[in-house]
């Protein structure tokens, strides 16, 4: 009562006025409760990351669209800064606690990491905000409500998609180090000063890219002092001065080696030899540690699962299979944006993740304008989508097919939505459809233009769908392509996994795509031709002849060679470098071409090692 009487003795000074030194003594009054308001705060909101729901609707359209994402991401840091612990409640949002948000559908569903913070302790709330209360620009209050059941913070802002961001943070092997790569889509200079990991000592951080002027693209890399516990929250935080302040970017997901794989979705006893054969290691399999596949078959084969356990019904499966080396990733569920509400999903999530951490979590997507709902629930997001000869979400100008790159706006939505995660794709292969009765399955043409849009997107596996055997013996050219174009990935995956799409401005001719790809000391550059027709049986690519292509480099990127990856091997691509722009010879280009701009110049030695033991596991 005491505190409400002093706001509004204060408020009734500001209105009716007591002279100059009355309004100042006012003034005064209000700063001094504010800020002992501020000292009883017992959490600290460190950052508000918010990213727009975005996704395409020019070059393409979904046929059900009925309730279009209009909100956003909104991602909110807090640590506590009192001398006990603190239990959160719940929070609220613009004025409102968060079950009228959810209740009334203006949110598709929330998350805290952890709700009992110990002092110095920080945690992420997670907002997954569909409404236009929640759009960009407008205004934004938040707080939290603890155990004892008063305000525990405050914040008020607007929502703004920060042009810096921290657009993938990779684990490597034995998670005792990551990768940061930092976008900065602005145009005024930004100079990133240090980078850390919230809780985690660091012995070393080396960057390249470090002074940014936008639109520019940065590197880290961080040695920490012990490794990362599975699944623990990894949150990162980067400090960078603009304009002379300095401030905070931070971006967060749980911790797991991450990995580049090259799978399908069907295997059977008749053909386990025969995937390895096209390079494929994982697979979907449900079942239990004692079964043959998990007991004797996957140890002999090196074969990795997808297990699926359903919306809550996989507990046996879990618990057997527990920790067990051939699982990959728990698989929450197929496509459930089509009829599988995303709060559902999320508790899904969290039964999985009650139950086993050892493993992350996978969910397969197939509509863009979801991505934003459903993304970001998972460790692994994944899209599907198939240009030819196939059902999808999207509406296409014929039956049997629409435009190759349409995949590629697809991969490049979900990344949006995911960020900092890495996603995989399935990309399109040996499928029985009928949309298209003359071929069924798509040309090798077809198959690769689509697998190297979804790798110059941002793809960081690639998931064949599928492997019909009925159709692969009636279309061996398909099948032949797979096992080509997954020598290419044994190549060049783990130069994929290390490396982001860039903005760098870039020279081609037309109805030619050019995508690149940045890692620590090379350019991934994925070349399309669009210069194609949409056909009932195949479609027809009009070859184009002695290609040069011009890319400006980052400064980190000193090419010794730049190389052309194929099935049949690796050889150098005619090139020079000229005023920080590499000018490429890339030749005649029928589909689609994967050239590397390397600083070692081993590369083409470990290239051609990878290629001739892939050819030799052909034959095993």
Not at 523 to 530: M, P, R, S, T
Not at 571 to 584: M, Y
Request: proline content about 7%; overall charge positive; charged content about 25%.
């Amino acid at each position: 009562m005491h505190r409400q009487l002093s706001h509004a003795f204060v408020r009734f000074l500001l209105t009716v006025g007591v002279g100059c030194g009355g309004l100042v003594q006012a003034q005064t009054a209000q700063k001094g409760i504010e800020a002992r308001a501020r000292l009883r705060q017992k959490l600290r909101v460190d950052y508000v990351g918010y990213r727009p729901a975005r996704y395409e609707t020019r070059a393409l359209v979904e046929r059900e669209n009925p309730r279009p994402n209009q909100g956003g991401l909104i991602y909110v840091y807090l640590t506590n800064v009192s001398d006990k612990p603190v239990r959160l409640a719940f929070y609220r949002c613009n004025g409102r606690d968060v079950s009228y948000w959810l209740l009334g559908g203006f949110l598709a569903w929330d998350r805290v990491y952890d709700k009992h913070l110990e002092p110095g302790e920080m945690t992420v709330q997670e907002i997954d905000a569909v409404s236009r209360d929640f759009a960009a620009g407008r205004p934004f209050s938040f707080s939290y409500v603890d155990r004892t059941w008063r305000p525990a913070c405050s914040y008020e802002g607007r929502l703004l998609e920060d042009p810096v961001q921290i657009s993938l943070v990779r684990v490597l092997k034995g998670r005792g180090a990551i990768e940061v790569h930092v976008r900065h889509e602005g145009r005024r200079h930004v100079e990133l000063q240090s980078l850390a990991v919230v809780g985690h000592p660091t012995k070393r951080v080396d960057w390249v890219g470090q002074r940014m002027d936008g639109p520019a693209h940065a590197i880290a890399r961080v040695q920490l002092a012990r490794p990362l516990e599975p699944s623990e929250l990894l949150i990162v935080k980067l400090e960078l001065k603009q304009a002379d302040k300095v401030r905070s970017v931070y971006a967060h997901r749980r911790a797991f080696e991450d990995w580049f794989p090259i799978g399908c979705w069907t295997a059977k006893p008749d053909t386990y030899e025969l995937l390895r054969r096209l390079h494929i290691e994982l697979v979907v399999k449900g079942g239990k540690a004692d079964d043959a596949f998990y007991s004797t078959i996957a140890p002999k084969l090196g074969f990795r699962t997808m297990v699926p356990t359903g919306a809550f019904d996989g507990l046996d499966t879990i618990r057997s299979l527990g920790d067990h080396p051939a699982v990959a990733c728990w698989m929450l569920s197929d496509e459930p944006d089509w009829s599988t509400p995303a709060v559902v999903m999320k508790h899904s999530d969290a039964f999985v993740r009650k139950y086993n951490r050892t493993k992350p979590t996978f969910i397969t997507l197939c509509r863009n304008v979801r991505f934003f709902e459903y993304g970001p629930i998972a460790d692994i997001p994944c899209m599907d989508h198939y240009c030819v000869t196939a059902p999808t979400s999207s509406k296409w100008p014929h039956r049997y097919g629409t435009r190759l790159e349409e995949t590629g706006y697809y991969t490049r939505d979900l990344k949006a939505a995911c960020e900092p995660k890495p996603i995989w794709v399935w990309s399109q292969a040996i499928a029985d459809w009928d949309e298209r009765p003359k071929r069924p399955v798509p040309t090798p043409a077809e198959l690769a233009a689509q697998l190297l849009f979804n790798l110059g997107r941002g793809a960081k596996g690639i998931i064949w769908f599928n492997y019909s055997h009925k159709m692969a013996e009636r279309f061996p050219d398909t099948r032949e392509a797979v096992r080509r174009w997954g020598r290419v990935l044994r190549m060049v995956r783990d130069d994929l996994l290390a490396a982001e799409p860039i903005e760098v401005a870039v020279e081609a001719p037309d109805n030619v795509d050019v995508a690149v790809l940045a890692s620590w000391d090379k350019l991934v550059v994925c070349v399309n031709n669009l210069d194609y027709e949409i056909h009932p049986e195949a479609y027809p690519f009009t070859p184009k002849h002695d290609v040069k292509i011009s890319v400006r480099l980052p400064k980190w990127v000193k090419p010794a060679a730049a190389l052309l990856v194929s099935p049949d091997g690796v050889k150098p691509v005619p090139h020079e470098v000229k005023n920080g722009r590499a000018t490429l010879g890339i030749g005649d280009l029928e589909v689609c071409k994967l050239v590397v701009l390397c600083n070692d110049p081993n590369t083409e030695r470990v290239y051609k090692d990878t290629h001739t033991q892939a050819l030799k596991d052909e034959q095993q």
